[in-house]
């Protein structure tokens, strides 16, 4: 039975996933992980009920070859590599060059690499992984999926940002993220409630990374975040929207350095810039401080009004969703989120809210609320097998 290989790459982490190929369908057998912060480097899989967990000797650097030879060693010790047809990545930013998933060669390498200058922190580590299995896994074909290309769908107004004409044709526009994610979310919706798939949705991708998406029957019409990661509201240690007025000043008057501005707001800002404790909305909850509670305050705010905004460009509100790590698994977060909605007809229930259950709303509720978990690595196995076939070829 032929499989494939799937790369997730974060800007600190690494998730991997194995899939078989049933009937030309891509079902998942395993996944795992490997975070670069962590201390020794270690890659943890789930085999069903079994549990891998292997420490590497490795360290990340310039060429990840070294520790992917030692996670291809150590998936070759529990899984059959040589039935492994091709290698899925996802990569964030694909620019106005892509529009869907492409096979990786010289030219489309290239084409990546130019963007990284959209994209400093994430596409990087993109490329390092997939020349690393260009060197490790040489004869297997290589394909990239890209969170901007499911946003391509956005109207050419909704993406410009009122600067001259120039700059707006030299590329400074609205991109927007985590494409794949509400790729999956769009067909699962399909899947458990039709009626308001085909409707007005929002979906709210909360993770230490967070946007939000409005779909009209599926299809992106706008997204919080535009030509960074920065855009949109408040993460966990990034800023969300901020008045350009504030760079300004504290470039001028702070006498801040370029790098030290990027740390300061990729890094230092967010949930963990507003509470001055932790970047993790878990340990907010958890906290008495009066500053924790005002980072999620501030936070729920923010969601709410992106939700209240991109219901006008959507023309009304059908569903909203909620999804990834936050998104999924903090009934607080979402319930802060929907008492701010209650005038659009979102109206909570609290005991299935409390539960995660996949439909959150009251039977009374003219705005439907759903926790469905996303899959992004399920995404990049689809177009994989899309874009190449069952046979990899």
Known sequence: MKTLLTFNAGSSTVK?????????APIRIARGVTDFHHDPLTLRMNEGEQRIEAALDARPDADLSGILSETVAV?????????????????????DRFAGPARLDGESIAAIE???VLAPLHQPQSLRLIRAIGNVLPDLPQVASFDTAFHRTNDALVRRFAIP???????????GFHGLSYKYIAGELARLAPEKAGGRVVVAHLGSGASLCGLDKGISRDTSMGFSTLDGIPMATRCGALDPGVVLHLLEQEGLALREMEDLLYHKSGLLGVSGISADSRDLLESAAPEAKEAIDLFTLR??????????????LDAIVFTAGVGENQPAVRAGVCDRLDWLGLDLDPVANAANATLISTAESRTAGFVIPTDEEQVIAKETVSLLGSAGK
């Open 165 to 175: 004409r120039a700059l707006h044709d030299r590329g400074i526009k609205r991109y």
């Open 303 to 316: 969601i709410a009004g992106e939700v209240a905004r991109l219901a006008t460009t959507l023309g009304g």
């Open 114 to 116: 130019a963007l990284t």
């Open 75 to 95: 998936l070759g010790r529990h899984f059959d590599l040589g039935e492994v047809a091709a290698v899925g990545h996802r990569v964030v930013h694909g620019g």
């Open 16 to 24: 991997i996933g194995l899939f078989a190929l049933r009937s030309g």
